[in-house]
Structure formats: structure tokens, C-alpha cells
């Protein structure tokens, strides 16, 4: 990731240490500091928040739309009776088939009927298909419903009321492209702009335990939070 100095982000390239505080090295044991370079590779110890799964005024979001859009939000019961509130990422096109794409941890488990904006009659857009949750992964998709028409774009908003943005395709950032911008929308803040700070992010999320890799580090600079529980399933573009 890219070295802070002063509090500011450098153009400097060093393996990022990520710490919910941080300590000055009289406070910690030899064997805990972290050594200045590693492998001739600077090092930099930043503060960051403990990583959960993952403004604009959301609650246009979290109103029935048609044709789906990302950035809305869906509403799922689980066998536990559970309801879970997330956000529709994008729609997409799996061998001719229309799906809305989601996190995991949303969309879960397997057969359980899907919502747009919540569950109640007329609402249901389909059930949950395909679920897949590893190290790298954290992602399912819903099989749309033949009523459910979906365009592959995502909202977004300026401050003024939200417009679909079409998405064209996908790009992986490299680390000569950092500070990388970006934005999402998600249902509960709405669409935030940040940028991508680090590549190759390795840890654990704080509210179940899920050890990931290869993950990207976004830093908001709108001055509030990039996002807050209930944008899980946001598309970053």
C-alpha cells in the first residue's frame, strides 16, 4: 500500500500494517514491533477501524425500483426467522441468465427468497442460487424472477436524488495506479467516494470471524464512513 508521513498519504510503496491503535515502541515488547523495512521493503503502521463487513440521503435506495439497478436495497428472512437488510450490487448476465449479484453474507443461505426493497407482496425478485464464501470470495448471486427486469447499471447520486449509472465492465487496480478513486452505493449510506489505498489486504472481519486475502484497502474522503453495515453487497467502481 501507499505510506502515510505526517498524518498524509505518500506515493512511497511499503507492506501497510493495519492496527485499531497504535503504540509507540517504548509501549511495546521487542518481539511485537514491527521492523522498519522487511525484505528491503519499507513498512508503515497505520491506524484503521476493525473491518466490517461492510453521505447521500439513502432512502430513495430503499424504495421498490424498477427495472433493478445496483446500489438498492434487498430484504431476506432466514430459517431462524432472521430478516437481513443488504444491498444489491449489480446485476449481471450469467450465460443469458439475468442475476443480481450480492455478498455471501447477505444472500445466504441457498433457496431463500430475495425481496427488493422488503418483504411483502409483489416484492419478491427471486431466490438465492449460488452462494460462495472463501478467503478471496465473499459473494452470491439470486436468479431473477422472469418479472424482474434488471439493467447492468448502479445508482449513483451527487447530492441531487440518485440516476442509474451504466457500468461497462471491470477493472482490477494495480499498485502503480494508488491512490486508485472510487465510489458505491449502498442502502444505508447512500453513495460515498473513497480511494484505494493498499492492494493484497489480509486480516480478519470483525463481526464473524471471516479470515480474507487479497482484499483492497478504501479509505473514504468524503470526511464520514466509506460505508456501515447494510451496504454489504455494494459494487465499488
Not at 466490517?52 to 430503499?62: I, V
Not at 494495480?174 to 458505491?184: A, F, I, Q, R, T
Request: net charge negative.
Amino acid at each position: 500500500g501507499l505510506k502515510m508521513r505526517g498524518g498524509e498519504l505518500t506515493t512511497e510503496l511499503a507492506i501497510v500494517c493495519l492496527v485499531e491503535k497504535k503504540l509507540d515502541l517504548s509501549e511495546l515488547d521487542q518481539d511485537d514491533a514491527i521492523p522498519s523495512r522487511l525484505d528491503d521493503v519499507p513498512t508503515d503502521v497505520q491506524e484503521s477501524p476493525m473491518l466490517q463487513p461492510f453521505t447521500t440521503d439513502p432512502s430513495q435506495l430503499q424504495t421498490s425500483v424498477r427495472p433493478l439497478v445496483g446500489g438498492l436495497q434487498v430484504q431476506l428472512t432466514r430459517t431462524n426467522n432472521t430478516t437481513v437488510n443488504g444491498t444489491l450490487g449489480f446485476i449481471g448476465n450469467f450465460n443469458g441468465i439475468m442475476v443480481a449479484v450480492s455478498n455471501q453474507h447477505v444472500m445466504t443461505p441457498s433457496g431463500t427468497t430475495v425481496f427488493q426493497p422488503a418483504n411483502s407482496k409483489n416484492q419478491n425478485i427471486g431466490t438465492v442460487t449460488l452462494e460462495v464464501l472463501s478467503q478471496d470470495v465473499d459473494a452470491a448471486y439470486v436468479l431473477l424472477l422472469s418479472g424482474a427486469s434488471g439493467q447492468t447499471s448502479v445508482e449513483f447520486s451527487n447530492g441531487n436524488g440518485y440516476a442509474p449509472v451504466r457500468v461497462a465492465g471491470s477493472y482490477s487496480p494495480g499498485l502503480s495506479d494508488l491512490p486508485y478513486p472510487g465510489w458505491k452505493t449502498g442502502r444505508t449510506t447512500g453513495t460515498t467516494r473513497g480511494q484505494i489505498t493498499a492492494l493484497n489486504l489480509r486480516g480478519t472481519r470483525g463481526d464473524d470471524g471471516w479470515q480474507f486475502v487479497n482484499q483492497l484497502l478504501i479509505q473514504n474522503t468524503d470526511g464520514g464512513p466509506f460505508s456501515q453495515p447494510g451496504d454489504s453487497g455494494s459494487a465499488v467502481l
